[in-house]
């Protein structure tokens, strides 16, 4: 079972976890597209997904069948936790702070070392 989450302000990561654990299974950056959506499903497949609990988003409901797919925010509680985590932990996000990121070149390189550090317990 997977949870998929997306961050509402450009530029967009897209993020997946395991709905037991809690743990990062994928992550990628981009824009509110479809094909940012097949990335991440292109790099989910390995995982053997049997479930997929994600909000309302009609990329998940074009590219996903039904009897799999179970949209709605009961089941999206701890990826919510980790955006907001996220967010917190790293200033960079935050417009009103001196150490916002104007490219969205740093934003990736230090969302991903931060995913990398937090979610998979890699110092890169």
């Known amino acids: 079972m997977v949870v998929c989450w997306e961050q509402r302000q450009p530029p967009l990561a897209l993020a997946c976890i395991d709905h037991q654990t809690g743990k990062v299974l994928a992550y990628v950056f981009g824009r509110r597209k479809d ?3 097949l990335q991440l499903k292109a790099l ?3 995982f053997g997904l049997t479930r997929y609990y994600t909000d309302y988003w009609g990329a998940y409901t074009r590219h996903l069948d039904p009897d799999v797919h179970s949209p709605g925010k009961r ?3 701890k990826i919510e936790r980790k955006h907001l985590t996220l967010r917190t932990r790293i200033k960079r996000l935050v417009r009103k702070t001196i150490c916002f990121s104007k490219t ?3 934003h990736d390189l230090v969302i991903g ?4 550090r ?3 317990g890699r110092a890169v």
């Open 104 to 106: 969205i070149q740093m």
């Open 44 to 46: 989910l497949e390995p």
């Open 118 to 120: 937090y979610a998979f």
């Open 35 to 37: 094909e940012v959506f």
């Open 113 to 116: 070392l931060f995913v990398n």
């Open 75 to 77: 089941n999206t509680q």
